[in-house]
């Protein structure tokens, strides 16, 4: 039996109390003994995530750009001329399925760091490896790197605190953007819908960090607040609101893709083309629920007149004190629906996710 991996972080989770569990192969905290706590700190100060079970890939050489151009939905172009800008895109099989979603930051004009998700961590590197030698790509996973999440509208003034030098760099950051700050790699990125820094930095100062952060007031929080966060605000999870069976167009990502140039072809582009140009059968919803229940993946959404959909993730909403849920049904204009709960039909209202931004019920 294979054991699971564990981040440098480990002792330091155990030591605050966390409750450990199996994640993608990690073993990682859940909590730290409220999810709820956990979750209204980071909408209404700083919490902080080890999210070091991430994969960091760093490419390298002459023609790394055009082979990002080839294996992402989304154009690395963008990021021409912008040092340390970063875009989030789908990278996509033959088919048009999604693969894995990333972010992929322009560092210059040889080097382009990209962070995968943990569970698909194996796959996407064999994938990039895969096509890598066609473009004299260097292609290095960085596991002597770790890396801490920092969210909340406190937690940029939490970290600049505590750095020794570059405070005014890290003040004027940009949104969606990152910088180097000696052996720091700090990007003003997340995945809660606040603000807030992933800062990537080498294993044997990340203890360091994660006690300096806990004593100067952010708090640890484990994956049970990071997907209750991930779901208010909107944000999708690889294999729930999408998968290498499904396309950016039916999982609410169209938004991803560079469809310009026309002539740029990126693996996936045909069959996503094709089906642009009938019109994708089914969309990505948001879902409030109106009646007394539990929402949660996998269950079934009833559009009168319009057919059936699923719930791809579902939760209870610590910030609006009930149940919300995405899901993917037929293209509808209803403006509500039923869920199917333990053989109950209950009533639902569809919105447009996300449905918390920045600390507020925009919904």
Same mark, same amino acid.
Request: one cysteine or more; a negative charge.
């Given at each position: ?15 605050? +109390? ?23 700190? $980071? ?13 960091? $890939? ?18 690395? /172009? ?76 406190? /937690?940029?003034?939490?970290?600049? /605190? ?30 809660? +819908? ?57 999982? +609410? ?8 140039? /026309? ?45 059936? +959909? ?45 449905? $918390? ?5 925009? $919904?």
């Amino acid at each position: 039996m294979r054991m699971p991996n564990r981040t440098p972080l480990y002792a330091a989770h155990v030591a605050h +109390g966390a409750k450990m569990v199996d994640f993608a192969g990690w073993e990682m905290p859940i909590h730290y003994g409220s999810q709820l706590e956990e979750h209204h700190q $980071v909408r209404r100060a700083a919490g902080m995530f080890d999210v070091s079970h991430m994969a960091v $890939v760093d490419l390298h050489g002459s023609k790394t750009r055009d082979f990002l151009r080839y294996m992402l939905a989304n154009d690395v /172009a963008k990021l021409d001329g912008k040092p340390g800008k970063a875009i989030y895109s789908c990278m996509l099989n033959e088919r048009g399925g999604v693969i894995d979603d990333l972010i992929v930051y322009h560092m210059d004009n040889v080097w382009y760091r990209v962070v995968v998700n943990a569970g698909n961590r194996e796959r996407d590197l064999a994938w990039l490896l895969r096509h890598a030698s066609s473009f004299d790509v260097e292609v290095a996973l960085r596991d002597d790197l770790a890396m801490i999440a920092v969210q909340g509208p406190q /937690a940029r003034d939490k970290v600049h /605190a505590l750095l020794r030098h570059g405070v005014e760099q890290a003040k004027a950051l940009e949104r969606f953007s990152a910088l180097e700050l000696g052996e720091l790699f700090i990007a003003r990125t997340g995945y809660t +819908g606040e603000d807030g820094y992933e800062i990537i930095m080498p294993l044997e100062e990340v203890e360091d960090w994660w006690q300096s952060l806990h004593e100067a007031g952010v708090r640890p929080c484990g994956l049970g607040a990071r997907d209750t966060l991930r779901l208010e605000a909107g944000m999708n999870l690889h294999g729930h609101e999408m998968n290498e069976d499904t396309s950016p167009l039916i999982s +609410g990502l169209a938004w991803t893709i560079a469809w310009e140039p /026309a002539d740029r072809q990126f693996l996936g582009r045909k069959p996503i083309d094709e089906e642009r140009a009938r019109g994708p059968s089914q969309q990505l919803i948001g879902l409030v629920l109106e009646d007394k229940g539990v929402l949660r993946a996998g269950q079934k959404v009833v559009i009168e007149g319009d057919g059936e +959909g699923i719930t791809t993730s579902g939760s209870f909403s610590p910030t609006m004190g009930g149940a919300i849920a995405l899901a993917r049904v037929p293209r509808s204009e209803a403006t509500h629906c039923q869920v199917d709960i333990r053989g109950k039909l209950l009533k639902a209202r569809i919105v447009k996710p996300p449905f $918390v931004r920045n600390g507020k019920v925009v $919904v």
